[in-house]
T-cell receptor, first 109, second 117 residues
Framework: KNEVEQSPQNLTAQEGEFITINCSYS?????LHWLQQHPGGGIVSLFM???GKKKHGRLIATINIQEKHSSLHITASHPRDSAVYIC???????????FGTGTSLTVIP | SAVISQKPSRDICQRGTSLTIQCQVD?????MFWYRQQPGQSLTLIAT?????????ESGFVIDKFPISRPNLTFSTLTVSNMSPEDSSIYLC??????????????FGQGTRLTVV
């Protein structure tokens, strides 16, 4: 049983396209993170959400606590956005994160 | 600047040797966590490290293989012992909440990509 499900698993887009990655989870959470994993393996935190919506440059993250769902949007995608995007949730109880399996994004010039 | 510094970022090691990964936080934290991501899989918790006590290991992980140190509230190490190619993974440290104002990047290290040959 996986507490965090991501879709799609793989995504290929043309440069400039609008991209959406989805994350659904089954536990009550206090926070949700979106992480970006570069091809070399390095991991960068993009957003931490507990409600509503956040925007940083071309990236937008939303969360619906009632529906246990979050989305990561990339506007005007660029080849440098090519990476694996991982959803991580912090349950209300306990301190460890649960991670999705990641969405591998490839943006073609 | 990053609140958590993890190193090395990557390494290639010979089988049978050991590698120690370090995680340094610039604020005191109660709990530090070590995760592993095997190729094609999601990150899985190895153990939780509390200062002043032995680490708590998840099912499938043992102290002899993954000894952990937590000498103070800002530092932890994970050692991958007697490595085999199956240990080739990304290893990641994270921490529990700092404050409500903790920036997003504070919760995770940058990860260590380990390749065992």
């Amino acid at each position: 049983k996986n507490e965090v499900e991501q879709s799609p698993q793989n995504l290929t887009a043309q440069e400039g396209e609008f991209i959406t990655i989805n994350c659904s989870y089954s536990v009550g959470i206090s926070a949700l993170h979106w992480l970006q994993q570069h091809p070399g393996g390095g991991i960068v935190s993009l957003f931490m959400l507990s409600s509503g919506k956040k925007k940083h440059g071309r990236l937008i993250a939303t969360i619906n606590i009632q529906e246990k769902h979050s989305s990561l949007h990339i506007t005007a995608s660029h080849p440098r956005d090519s990476a694996v995007y991982i959803c991580a949730v912090l349950p209300n109880t306990g301190n460890q994160f649960y991670f999705g399996t990641g969405t591998s994004l490839t943006v073609i010039p | 600047s990053a609140v958590i510094s993890q190193k090395p970022s990557r390494d290639i090691c010979q089988r049978g040797t050991s590698l120690t990964i370090q995680c340094q936080v610039d604020s005191q934290v109660t709990m530090m966590f070590w995760y592993r991501q095997q190729p094609g899989q999601s990150l899985t918790l190895i153990a939780t490290a509390n200062q002043g006590s032995e680490a708590t290991y998840e099912s499938g992980f043992v102290i002899d293989k993954f000894p952990i140190s937590r000498p103070n509230l800002t530092f932890s190490t994970l050692t991958v012992s007697n490595m085999s190619p199956e240990d080739s993974s990304i290893y990641l440290c994270s921490v529990d909440r700092l404050t409500a104002l903790t920036p997003t990047e504070a919760f995770f290290g940058q990860g260590t990509r380990l390749t065992v040959v």
